[in-house]
C-alpha cells in the first residue's frame, strides 16, 4: 500500500488532454512538502518530469505541467501522443515515517 | 551524457550478501547526494538509502537499516549498496539515482535515474 494515492491508469486519445492526480496527507504533500514526478517506461530509467510541484527540468516539452493543492497534486499531459504511453509516478517526503515516498504509479494508456 | 549503470545483481539464497555498483558518467559527480531506491514485483518504487556528496552521512529506510550499507568512491565515480542478510522481501529492480534539493529538510527529486540491477532472493 502506496503512502501517496495515484489512479492505477488512466487513458485518453491523441491530442486530448489528461490529468493524474495524487493524493497524500499532512505529513507530506502539503504546506511543507511538494510533489515531483516521474515518467518511467518499464525496462528504462525512470526520468524526472516535474519538480517542486509545478517545475519542468530542461529538455521537458511545456505539454507536461503540474499543480499542488492542499494535500494533493496533479500532473496534467496536453496534446497527448502515442509515445507518452508509460507509468507516472508521483514522490515526495512523509515526515511521520521520514522518509522519501512514492504513489503506486498509474499507467497512461493514449488510445 | 549522464549516465548511471548499476550492476551486480543476481540469484542470492535468503540469508546471503550481494554488492551493487552503481558507474556514474557525464556529471559532477562529488557534486551529488546519492540514492538506492527499488521496485519489488507488482510493486511500486521504494527509497532505501541516501549518502551525501563527501561520503560522510548516510540515512536508510527502515526496511533496510542494519542490514544494507551505502558507500561511494567519488575518485572512481561510483555508489554501491551492500546488502546483508537478504530475505525474500528484498527481491527487486534496485535503482541508483541523484538527488536534487534539500536533503536535510526533504525537499527532494531524484535525477538522473539508471535502468536499475535485478536482485532475486530465492532457495
Known amino acids: 500500500q502506496s503512502v501517496l494515492t495515484q489512479p492505477p491508469s488512466v487513458s485518453g486519445a491523441p491530442g486530448q488532454r489528461v490529468t493524474i492526480s495524487c493524493t497524500g496527507s499532512n505529513s507530506n504533500i502539503g504546506p511543507r512538502y511538494d510533489a515531483h514526478w516521474y515518467r518511467h517506461v518499464p525496462g528504462t530509467a525512470p526520468k524526472l518530469l516535474i519538480f517542486a510541484s509545478t517545475n519542468r527540468p530542461s529538455g521537458v516539452p511545456d505539454r507536461f505541467s503540474g499543480s499542488k493543492s492542499g494535500t494533493s497534486a496533479s500532473l496534467t499531459i496536453t496534446g497527448l501522443q502515442a509515445g507518452d504511453e508509460a507509468v507516472y509516478y508521483c514522490?515526495?517526503?512523509?515526515?511521520?515515517?521520514?522518509?522519501?515516498?512514492f504513489g503506486g504509479g498509474t499507467k497512461l494508456t493514449v488510445l | 551524457q549522464v549516465q548511471l549503470v548499476e550492476s551486480g545483481g543476481g540469484l542470492v539464497e535468503p540469508g546471503g550478501s550481494l554488492r551493487l555498483s552503481c558507474a556514474a558518467s557525464g556529471f559532477t559527480f562529488n557534486d551529488y547526494y546519492m540514492t538506492w531506491l527499488r521496485q519489488a514485483p507488482g510493486e511500486g518504487l521504494e527509497w532505501l538509502s541516501y549518502i551525501t556528496p563527501e561520503g560522510s552521512a548516510t540515512d536508510y529506510a527502515d526496511s533496510v537499516k542494519g542490514r544494507f550499507t551505502i558507500s561511494r568512491d567519488n575518485d572512481k565515480n561510483f555508489l554501491y549498496l551492500e546488502m546483508n542478510n537478504l530475505r525474500v522481501e528484498d527481491t527487486a529492480l534496485y535503482y541508483c539515482?541523484?538527488?536534487?534539493?534539500?536533503?536535510?529538510?526533504?525537499?527532494?527529486?531524484?535525477?538522473?535515474w539508471g535502468q536499475g540491477t535485478l536482485v532475486t532472493v530465492s532457495s
Open positions: 539515482a541523484g538527488g536534487s534539493g534539500d536533503f536535510w529538510s526533504g525537499m527532494t527529486w531524484f535525477d538522473p
Open positions: 514522490q515526495s517526503y512523509d515526515s511521520s515515517l521520514r522518509a522519501w515516498v
